[in-house]
């Protein structure tokens, strides 16, 4: 099964890279993946944006922020940003969650 999410994330990253679009939404690509699976698609990521596409990554887990030069962070509440910063603000709330801003 893990195999299958993993290739099933890896495949979905070579979609992109392959067509080319101009923003991509990602939504829990990290989810379910161990470490070295989101270091590869981290490095999927990394080699798809330029100043010309654009990535829009949705996560409750930090760690793959940890692989990618991140211009923004935004902590969303109730379909709300509360926050923004830049990969520093994914740092803070590695270490102190999110409740401080629930």
């Not at 290739?7 to 067509?19: S, T």
């Not at 829990?28 to 330029?50: C, F, H, P, Q, W």
């Not at 654009?54 to 902590?75: G, M, P, Q, S």
């Amino acid at each position: 099964m893990l195999g299958s999410l993993v290739e099933k994330k890896e495949n979905e990253i070579l979609q992109m890279l392959v067509l080319e679009p101009k923003l991509v939404i990602l939504d829990e690509t990290d989810s379910g993946l161990d470490v070295d699976a989101v270091r590869t698609v981290s490095k999927g990521i990394e080699m798809y944006k330029n100043e010309e596409n654009a990535v829009l990554i949705i996560t409750h887990n930090t760690r793959i922020l940890e692989n990618l030069k991140v211009d923004y962070v935004h902590i969303l509440v109730d379909g709300k940003i509360v926050k923004t910063g830049d990969a520093s603000l994914a740092q803070e709330i590695e270490e102190n969650g999110y409740s401080q801003y629930k």
